[in-house]
């Protein structure tokens, strides 16, 4: 919405035949982003960002989400929320593809308007390397409560690293829900979306209420409590196997 966010936008480039330099790019919307960037491509029948840097300084919300992400996100338990919070980050590009990108939320809150989900006071950082050999700092995401279908919880922080198309907790996670817990002690996941994807996960239950658990699905109310342990999950070569 231009009318909301105007657009203000400067560049520098240097043209060399079919080789394009971005000297300077800067963006700005009001109360939505701003942004700058240099980069380098290549036209032609086949057009190339040899490569790029951007950096968003600001990301705000409510804007982002109606303008970037609801149209996406229609058709899905995501379409209609309430929004407020801000981010910024950084991207790398080589060859057409991103090779690093750093994120840092502050203070994002969603809400759904239908009452199924919601996130309240989220932070993190992220800090990701396409390559599955590159250093990269540790990331988190922590919020201060949550819920989704029924299911409501507290205060919880979730510390990993990722790089490629792995991911892996570097510390035990407790994720609170109702007057329970579900306690993450180990989950990596590497080659995720192709047949080779491989997955380890153990985790524990702590004593979870039937008669709030009963009520969050729509159940008749059971009495007594859900507790467990599900030790060395594994996923590897299409082949489920439990300790």
């Known amino acids: 919405d231009l009318g909301a966010n105007p657009l203000e936008m400067q560049a520098r480039t240097r043209v060399n035949g079919t080789e394009v330099e971005i000297t300077e790019l800067f963006v700005a919307q009001k109360n939505l982003v701003a942004a700058r960037g240099t980069g380098r491509a290549v036209l032609g029948k086949s057009p190339k960002l040899t490569q790029a840097r951007i950096e968003v300084d600001a990301l705000q919300f409510p804007a982002a989400y109606t303008s970037f992400l609801q149209l996406a996100l229609a058709a899905t338990d995501f379409g209609t929320l309430q929004t407020t919070g801000s981010a910024s980050g950084s991207v790398e590009i080589a060859d057409n593809a991103i090779v690093r990108a750093e994120g840092k939320l502050e203070g994002l809150t969603l809400e759904d308007t239908n009452g199924k989900f919601s996130m309240q006071g989220m932070t993190g ?93 729509g159940w008749p109310e059971l009495n007594g409590q859900l507790a467990g342990r599900i030790p060395g999950l594994t996923y590897r070569n299409r082949e489920l196997t439990v300790e």
């Open 125 to 217: 950082e992220l800090h990701w390397a396409a390559s599955e050999r590159a250093a990269v700092a540790a990331s988190y995401l922590a919020w201060n409560s949550g819920s989704a279908y029924g299911l409501s919880g507290g205060r919880t922080r979730i510390d990993f690293a990722t790089r490629g198309r792995g991911f892996a907790l570097t510390k035990p996670a407790r994720v609170p829900v109702l007057d329970g817990a579900i306690i993450l002690d180990a989950l990596s996941v590497a080659s995720l979306g192709s047949p080779d994807t491989e997955l380890t996960f153990d985790g524990r239950i702590e004593p979870i209420s039937m008669p709030l658990l009963s009520k969050a699905f």
